[in-house]
């Protein structure tokens, strides 16, 4: 593989995946998640598997893997949405204005893939004052010290285990 200039700040590839990446990335994928990823849909409140899962670990993108949520920054909000107070790496997530629905709001995506995550409010925890708002759909869990998946064959930046900030 040729080295991309484009990394985060933790060291991983943000190089959008191919055309013909992203398909097979997402043939994999029901419905349901093909939906809220690629679409911009949202589940419903209280539905998802991680509102209020408790486990230690990261939460990588479903698509193509990029670790977005450390659970440390994870907290219940109440909304019926899994919800954090910042994300694992700044460059990992990109906000866009969403106008949808008669409001404005921000929109997250995955900075690697743009697939749709959920949204950003002001109205979070400190330290930061943000609440992340996100589908569980968007995410797949992986148990601290455990091995990162890498659908697309690019390496963890320091070996194969992500190191998680601390609390």
Known sequence: ?????????LGFDLT????????ELAARLDPEARRILLNAGTEPAFCGKFDEYEEEGAYVCNLCDLPLFDSHAKFHSGSGWPSFYQGIDKDHIRNIIDRSHGMTRIEIRCARCDSHLGHVF????????????????????VPEGQPLPDRLHRGAPEGEVLTLPSA
């Not at 959008?16 to 398909?23: F, I, L, W």
């Open 1 to 9: 593989m040729t080295q991309s200039s484009n990394k985060s700040a």
């Open 16 to 23: 959008p995946p191919t055309d013909a990446q992203k398909q």
């Open 122 to 141: 002001e109205d979070g925890p400190r330290p930061t004052g943000l609440r992340y708002c996100l589908n569980s759909v968007a995410m797949e869990f």
